[in-house]
């Protein structure tokens, strides 16, 4: 257990939806940070909180959000799904200390 | 703006014999490098990190890596490798200034160990 926890870990939706995806980091982190794998793109940052606020935006489709809560907990929200959005979708969360993140296992989003 | 190249999308090496995993950065401040790899339906997970002071460093599992800002390098080495091993690695690197603690990552490295 990594302390970075995922939910959930399998989402099945029809395109067109809208699906929310759940992040708690882990335990003193205060950043954290979502990131989609698919096979074709790779690794893709999509967007960074800190503390509440957004700090960071990478390739995040405007279909796409995501905010951070008081209680540090992250949620990324994905609508209008077409099937290109069917991916890893990884949250990782981190200190200001220098050092690399730590990843939760990941939610698997199939459109279908 | 930083960058990671990985050398090789995919690495086959018999069981007992030297892994090497090539990666090679470009970044205009002075990084902190990654190794991370991936098992099959997991998360990643950190196998080292260089930010600061000594250029080789060692990780979990037997992995160490070493720090060549001459030649921008941070290869991945094992000097017998593990049938646990096979895997993806992913190489990366952030800027070390605060406030942009953004990982950008290589496209990664399969890794198969041949028994």
């Known amino acids: 257990d990594s302390g970075v926890t995922q939910t959930p870990k399998h989402l099945i939706t029809a395109t067109g939806q809208r699906v929310t995806l759940r992040c708690s980091p882990r335990?003193?982190?205060?950043?954290v940070y979502w990131y989609q794998q698919s096979l074709d793109q790779g690794l893709q940052f999509l967007i960074q909180y800190y503390n509440g606020e957004e700090r960071a935006k990478g390739n995040i489709l405007e279909r796409f959000s995501a905010q951070q809560f008081p209680d540090l907990h992250s949620e990324l929200n994905l609508s209008s799904l077409e099937l290109g959005d069917s991916a890893l979708y990884f949250c990782a969360s981190s200190r200001p200390d220098g050092g690399g993140y730590t990843f939760g296992s990941g939610t698997r989003l199939t459109v279908v | 703006a930083q960058s990671v190249t990985q050398l090789g999308s995919h690495v086959s090496v018999s069981e007992g014999a030297l892994v090497l995993l090539r990666c090679n950065y470009s970044s205009s401040v002075p990084p902190y490098l990654f190794w991370y790899v991936q098992y099959p339906n997991q998360g990643l997970q950190l196998l080292l990190k260089?930010?600061?002071?000594?250029?080789l460093v060692k990780g979990i599992n037997g992995f160490e890596a070493e720090f060549k800002k001459s030649e921008t390098s941070f290869h991945l080495t094992k000097p017998s490798a593990h049938m646990s091993d096979a895997a993806e690695y992913f190489c990366a690197v952030r800027r070390t200034n605060f406030g942009n603690e953004k990982l950008t990552f290589g496209t990664g490295t399969r890794l198969t160990i041949i028994p």
């Open positions: 260089y930010t600061t002071g000594a250029t």
């Open positions: 335990s003193g982190d205060l950043s």
